[in-house]
């Protein structure tokens, strides 16, 4: 199971647009969409809100992105008389790139606050450390330019999060935190671009060699 979306639009044609771009990045995720009155005119639903509530949760919670104001209002409606409004969380966060986002941190397997995080471009609280973990250690770097044709754009920069994400390590791309897609995106690398990664932590190695070969593998493209 993985945390589901919901994407809220005053038009449908806009929620179902995100949501398949959004399912091109992370296909086992549920994300649903909730866009336009019920006789399919402008505006927002709170029937169509409360039934894709409904059609993404799986048990791990619910993220939901909105275009505007009043899809925010609607939607706290929806989520006040919600089964369980304890597993919905509405992000504050632009709707197209915060889907995109949300759903790659689903896809790899966050839970509910990680996506919202995700969503809003900002790293999830930290956990604090206990007695006895083990010391972060010396930053591991790797450099190498990109081959892939248009750099690293949503499909490999999804990618590069998922990869990422897999590993017991804190990564960084040219500085920003290589586990947030809306940060990895805005970075603009291009074909040909020189990148700087820096992983530190118990996979460090690890984590880094796979991106090494992710790139090699021109994030599968």
Do not use: Y
């Not at 896809?107 to 900002?122: K, Q, Y």
Request: charged share 25%; proline share 4%; net charge negative.
């Amino acid at each position: 199971m993985t945390v589901g979306l919901v994407v809220v639009s005053h038009s449908a044609r806009i929620a179902e647009g995100v949501v398949e771009l959004a399912v091109q990045m992370a296909p086992s995720v549920t994300i649903a969409p909730a866009g336009g009155t019920d006789d399919g005119g402008i505006g927002t639903s709170f029937d169509r809100i409360q039934a894709a509530l409904v059609e993404a949760e799986s048990g791990d919670g619910v993220v939901v992105l909105c275009d505007l104001g009043s899809a925010v209002l609607t939607a706290e409606t929806a989520l006040e008389l919600a089964e369980a409004p304890e597993r919905i969380r509405i992000a504050d966060a632009p709707i197209v790139e915060g889907a995109v986002a949300a759903a790659v941190a689903a896809e790899s397997g966050d839970g509910l606050e990680a996506v919202v995080a995700a969503a809003e471009g900002r790293q999830a609280e930290a956990v604090p450390a206990q007695a006895g973990d083990e010391p972060a250690g010396e930053a591991q770097r790797l450099e190498l330019v990109l081959e892939n044709e248009h750099g690293l754009h949503a499909r490999p920069a999804a990618e590069l999060v998922r990869t990422a994400s897999g590993f017991d390590a804190a990564v960084t791309v040219e500085g920003v935190d290589a586990k947030s897609m809306l940060r990895v995106l805005a970075l603009g690398l291009d074909r040909g671009s020189r990148v700087v990664f820096e992983a530190t932590g118990p996979d460090a190695r690890e984590a880094l060699a796979a991106i090494e070969a992710l790139a090699r593998n021109r994030f599968g493209e």
